[in-house]
């Protein structure tokens, strides 16, 4: 190792470049022979032999199942001398065999003796084992001998140098993945010195520490053993043989070691930091090689902790406010979850179109008003716990119960806030949970407080809406019927079923409303008015609106290809109207099944052309010069301005069932009236539905209605009682 490098500075003992293991006083021979004179003989030959400073001691074993008794318990062997015949005449050879396989000892060096020459072809036994010479007792001279023991011990000495350094670099890489993903200080000291004492083959007791720019004192950041409970404390009032050779280190920029200890200095650019571990044995050159690998990823895992300290302290706080944010709030609320207590609230506040404020005057304005309401909060609650921003414009708060009055929270929040040149008057609405009902996780405790501010934004609740249980299974039995649905449109469950509308005139039949049904599949049905809506939420209107267009057109060449063309009506919801391209996709829909387009007439509600106007006007152009009809359903219920009637590209008025139900006795019939007058004017078609009776009929005819469908004529039916209806009349 260069001397620019980290190398250590030996005090006391010096060592042998070439030495790859720690030096023993004995090399450990095993003597394995029927015969004792052969131990004798051996012993004698190899009396005085020393190799590297280490004389021999000489173990015996008298049969094969003797010498696997000692292997198993002295895994120190070094060479084993081994007679092949003994109680059978490959008993050496299983032993052999026994110490690879069995007990997995692959550093043991064997050489095989035999007395009987030619018995055992030599080629054969050491291609076939693991063994490092093969002689005849009788050619083992003391200086073959002598000269067969020490090749044996070097190969010994190499083999255990590659198996540690197999061991070494194991060890490293599983350190490097445990310690790179850990957070926690403590936890991670106490992987750096477990890993540390593997490689240097020494018990886990030791501790890291670090002297960061600027102070003057060094500071314990984690231990093992009984190091391990002085995490912060300062090194000097831990240990003071400790903290000066720590100190040694930091002066010399070194590492250092004594007969019990060792100190690596960790280098980094905002502080030093040492790793102090108890070693009763001199370091080997190996290993210092191996330690010196595994403190580069010490120091990145150290440098990583502290950058992971800056980011939770950026990913905790907000920005804008420097209040709390959402994540810090759910590890925090957890702590405030006790069973049986209802000492506090929470409360969750949310602005009203907020989004109005950034769009029309600006995001620094918008800025601005979320800092003033940061401001408000705190002067007027500063008893409050927890104040967090959870959301772009919602905040959080936990109060004692006696200290929160919504009647005063909401006068103090309407009172309007002044940006620059702005004054804004801000609504909210508020969602509060009771302690009570704090859930064990902190994002539980949200997701429940949100159930409840929910329902107050839905509801337009301005006092604020506490949480309560029947709200969870509302919303447990909203998620379920979704996820129900979504179930069954993927398997094809859904229905489309059909209702006849007729001329007014004749009767004759001239078109049909394609109608969504949802089987329960025990004879019933679920109501359109519960699972569209929820569809809409879901995302799943969309691809349900395609697929019964498809059903539409598919049941529409049906019909004609029996002989009946009419016109069916689809229709379509604002998220459909929403997708790019969805008058190309109903183009592409029309040709897919050969259907014309007059045969397709698309409805759309007064609520689908107010709330996008310009691209409703734009795609139903698009469509009625393709060739296809368009219908406004339930005219009339809505809020749109007569002035749009002009401009929107239509066919037909559909009057709302709610004008028909109590014509002609218990209603004037002016609305319909009115619609059927606006239609003629206008030239478009009017179709009233929900015609029960016959004087509703005829009080629609008197006024000039077109067109008409209602049970009096046909309830919405399934394909095949549709063809029984057509072919009857």
Not at 293 to 301: E, G, H, Q
């Amino acid at each position: 190792m260069s001397s620019d490098q980290n190398d250590f500075l030996f005090f006391e003992q010096d060592y042998e470049d070439d030495a790859v293991i720690e030096p023993t006083k004995f090399w450990d021979i095993l003597i394995v022979d029927d015969e004792p004179e052969i131990h004798s003989v051996t012993k004698l030959a190899l009396s005085g032999v020393e190799f590297w400073g280490a004389g021999l001691r000489f173990h015996d074993a008298y049969s094969g199942a003797e010498a696997i008794e000692i292997l198993a318990k002295n895994n120190n062997i070094s060479v084993i001398f081994l007679d092949v015949v003994m109680e059978t005449d490959d008993a050496g050879l299983q032993v052999v065999k026994r110490v690879r396989d069995e007990l997995n000892n692959q550093h043991v060096r064997i050489i095989l003796r035999t007395g009987q020459a030619g018995n055992t072809p030599e080629e054969k036994v050491i291609r076939e084992y693991d063994i490092n010479d093969y002689k005849t007792k009788t050619e083992l001279t003391r200086s073959k001998l002598v000269t067969s023991l020490i090749t044996a011990i070097r190969s010994y000495e190499q083999v255990c140098q590659l198996e540690y350094q197999s061991d070494a670099m194991n060890t490293i890489v599983s350190a490097s993945k445990s310690i790179l993903g850990l957070t926690d200080i403590k936890q991670l000291c106490k992987e750096i010195i477990k890993h540390m004492s593997i490689i240097l083959k020494c018990s886990p007791r030791g501790l890291v520490c670090s002297k960061l720019d600027g102070d003057d004192f060094i500071q314990v950041l984690g231990g093992c053993g009984h190091y391990e409970n002085y995490f912060g404390e300062k090194l000097i009032n831990v240990d003071s043989k400790v903290f000066k050779q720590v100190e040694s280190c930091f002066d010399l920029s070194k590492h250092q070691h004594t007969d019990s200890s060792a100190t690596f200095v960790l280098k980094s650019k905002h502080r030093k930091a040492a790793l102090y571990i108890e070693c009763d044995h001199v370091p080997l050159q190996a290993q210092l090689q191996f330690a010196e690998i595994f403190l580069t990823n010490v120091s990145v895992a150290l440098d990583n902790i502290r950058l992971f300290v800056k980011l939770r302290d950026a990913a905790y706080k907000d920005v804008l406010t420097g209040i709390s944010n959402r994540t810090n709030f759910i590890e925090r609320v957890e702590g405030y979850q006790k069973p049986h207590v209802n000492d506090y609230v929470f409360v969750l506040l949310d602005i009203v179109n907020f989004a109005d404020i950034n769009n029309g005057l600006g995001q620094e304005v918008g800025n601005k008003v979320l800092i003033g309401i940061v401001q408000r909060l705190k002067e007027n609650y500063p008893t409050a716990k927890l104040l967090s921003r959870i959301g772009a414009d919602v905040f959080g708060f936990i109060i004692r119960q006696g200290e929160l009055d919504l009647k005063k929270l909401n006068e103090q929040l309407g009172v309007p806030f002044c940006a620059e040149e702005h004054t804004l008057p801000i609504d909210f609405r508020l969602g509060l949970c009771q302690q009570q009902d704090f859930q064990s996780s902190g994002i539980d405790t949200l997701k429940v407080a949100y159930i409840a501010l929910n329902q107050a934004k839905k509801t337009k609740h301005k006092e604020g809406i506490y949480y309560s249980v029947d709200m969870q299974d509302k919303m447990a039995w909203r998620i379920g019927i979704i996820r129900q649905l979504r179930h069954d449109f993927a398997r094809n469950k859904l229905e489309v079923w059909y209702q006849p509308q007729l001329s007014l005139g004749d009767l004759s039949l001239i078109g049909c409303e394609a109608l969504l049904r949802w089987p329960t599949g025990n004879g019933s049905y679920i109501s359109p008015a519960v699972f569209v809506p929820l569809a809409e939420d879901a995302g799943l209107i969309v691809d349900i609106g395609q697929w019964v267009l498809e059903q539409a057109c598919q049941q529409q060449k049906r019909l004609e290809n029996m002989g009946t063309e009419i016109c069916i009506a689809v229709n379509v919801s604002i998220p459909q109207f929403k997708v790019k391209g969805y008058a190309q996709n109903v183009k592409n829909t029309l040709l897919k099944y050969g259907v014309k387009p007059k045969n397709i007439e698309l409805e759309v509600t007064e609520s689908v052309v107010m709330d996008e106007l310009e691209t409703v006007i734009s795609t139903l152009k698009e469509l009625q010069e393709l060739g296809m009809e368009v219908a406004i359903d339930d005219f009339g219920t809505g809020f749109s301005s007569l002035s749009y009637i002009q401009s929107l590209p239509l066919d037909r008025l559909k009057i709302d069932r709610a004008f028909i139900k109590d014509l002609p006795n218990d209603d004037t019939g002016a609305i319909a009236a009115l619609v059927i007058s606006l239609g003629a004017k206008l030239g478009l078609k009017t179709i009233a539905e929900g015609v029960e009776t016959q004087e509703q009929a005829q009080f629609l005819k008197n006024l000039g209605c077109d067109e008409v469908q209602g049970f009096m004529y046909a309830k919405p039916m399934p394909e095949h009682e549709l063809i029984e209806f057509i072919n009857k009349r």
